[in-house]
């Protein structure tokens, strides 16, 4: 089982930035993929990214493609989001995800087993 503790979220304009960040603890085996998503009020959750763990294949969202870039750093065991050019329905909870499995195309929600808590990222007009 991995632990993940996400920070970074806030209150930000348009058009402005945000990284967030994902440490993570625990089982090595149980991150071999990383992914982020998010959930606003009433809706589903939703893939934002994700990564994996040691080759550094990424996979994006249409939503978010050319704006966002997920990374990770092997040797603090984080991964990050940055986030640019923020829109107001980039407006939701952010969540930290572990996936045991190794993912070379659009992964879902089922397929991790490790969540953090959230952060909140809201996005002003």
């Known amino acids: 089982q991995v632990q993940l503790v996400e920070s970074g979220g806030g209150l930000v304009q348009a058009g402005g930035s945000l990284r967030l960040s994902c440490a993570a603890s625990g089982s090595t085996s149980s991150r071999n993929t990383m992914g982020w998503f998010r959930q606003a009020p009433g809706k589903e959750r939703d893939l934002v990214a994700r990564i994996s763990w040691s080759a550094g294949n990424t996979y994006y969202a249409d939503s978010v493609k050319g704006r966002f870039t997920i990374s990770r750093d092997i040797a603090k065991n984080t991964v990050y989001l940055q986030m640019n050019n923020l829109k107001p329905e980039d407006t939701a909870v952010y969540y930290c995800?572990?996936?045991?499995?190794?993912?070379?195309?659009?992964?879902?929600?089922?397929?991790?087993?490790?969540w953090g808590q959230g952060t909140q990222v809201t996005v002003s007009s």
């Open positions: 995800a572990a996936s045991s499995r190794v993912i070379w195309s659009r992964p879902a929600t089922a397929d991790f087993g490790s």
